[in-house]
């Protein structure tokens, strides 16, 4: 089950997501077990992420983006390129969504 999100908190997370940089690469060897688990210990540690993916299939990596999501109960952000943006809550919460779109314009 992955999270969902409103369009106006999509475009907010977007907004955070463009100064960082990718956290986590997934090579030729796919979506692994060691790969899920570092997903999750950065989604755990920042919530919101980027991942790299490796090769020139878009089809592939819109599955990945998909399986991702659904496997660690988070939000697909943006899919740009070779670029994946996830977001998921942490215990510790650094990233409060707005609740409507007024909140977005302060």
């Given at each position: ?14 907004g955070l997501a463009h100064q ?40 592939v990596r819109t599955a990945l ?42």
């Open positions: 089950m992955k999270i969902e999100l409103k369009p106006f908190q999509r475009k907010y997370l977007q960082i940089k990718p956290v986590v690469m997934i090579g030729n060897n796919g979506l692994t077990d060691s790969v899920i688990r570092e997903i999750a210990i950065n989604l755990d540690a920042h919530e919101l992420i980027k991942i790299r993916v490796q090769g020139d299939e878009r089809d983006f998909e399986q991702i999501c659904t496997d660690l109960t988070a939000a697909p952000v943006q899919h740009i390129g070779k670029l994946l943006v996830i977001w998921r809550p942490s215990d510790k919460q650094r990233i409060t969504l707005p609740k409507d779109k007024k909140a977005l314009k302060r």
